[in-house]
């Protein structure tokens, strides 16, 4: 696999071998060498690849594009060319433009992961999410997550029910008609408290602000996960979010606070699956 850009580039062999775990003790590889690309803020993306990075041993460049000569001009293609020519051979790339970690890979033949592409995918945070339900139910076949909130928009949405389709995982769309969008108007269910009791997990989605969406907080908040919707859930049912969290916008104080709430298992989980990606991507330059 010589690039990660969205969940079917995976093979079900490689998915296997991320979500069993098998890849995440990784021998050190002095010939990795990993630049970090972010174009939009991130923290537990960023700091969780650089990580599993740090698991073999590999020298990582991490490239501020606000403080590089990004800022100068340099288009995306340069500067990732340039971070090639200085010895990275996987690069990660976070853009606000759907499809610029593949024009990356195109362009220049590097390794590239996507660490999130504007409304496009984000493969790696639906991996950790993977790994997260299976931790807690043993299996994905036959489960059921409610995903809530601004769809049309999410990123991780785009990863998230491709993989969960594939492992099985019953999935339904919450939302209104201008979190749905064109893209799932035609199968959004429209109250949360018509599905919150018979789910295994509710996954929210973060009210994205920099999407210039023009949902207000309010809006956002008649989907809240409040503690009334967390006492109707069934005994095991848990509450993931793929972070950051809006607390009081699409989750209470309470609920995100909650033993339900497995939003920290996702971050740890996040670790795991990009050693695995890692580990998978670099195979050949061990
Ligand atoms: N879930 C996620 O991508 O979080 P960060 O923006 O902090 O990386």
Known sequence: MKALLGINDLSDIDLAAVLDGSRCAPEPNPNLVVANLFFEASTRTRLSFEMAA???????????????????????VDTAATLGALGANVVVVRHGEAGVPGLVHQSTGLRVINAGDGIGEHPTQALADAWTLKQRFGGWEGLRVAVVGDLAHSRVLGSLELLLSRLGVEVTLVGDAEMAGERFADRVVPELDEVVAEVDCVYLLRWQQERGVSLSP?????FQMNPGRE????????????????????????????????????????????????????????
């Open 218 to 222: 309010d809006r956002y908040r008649r």
């Open 231 to 286: 006492q109707r859930m069934s005994k095991d049912a848990i509450i993931m979010h793929p972070g950051p969290i809006n607390r009081g916008v699409e989750i209470t104080e309470e609920v995100a606070d909650s033993p339900r709430s497995v939003m920290l298992d996702q971050v740890r989980a996040g670790v795991e699956v990009r050693t695995g990606v890692f580990s998978l991507i670099c195979e050949d330059l061990a």
């Open 54 to 76: 740090r698991r073999f041993n590999a020298m990582v460049l991490d490239l501020n594009p606000d403080q590089s000569s990004v800022s100068k001009g340099e288009s995306v």
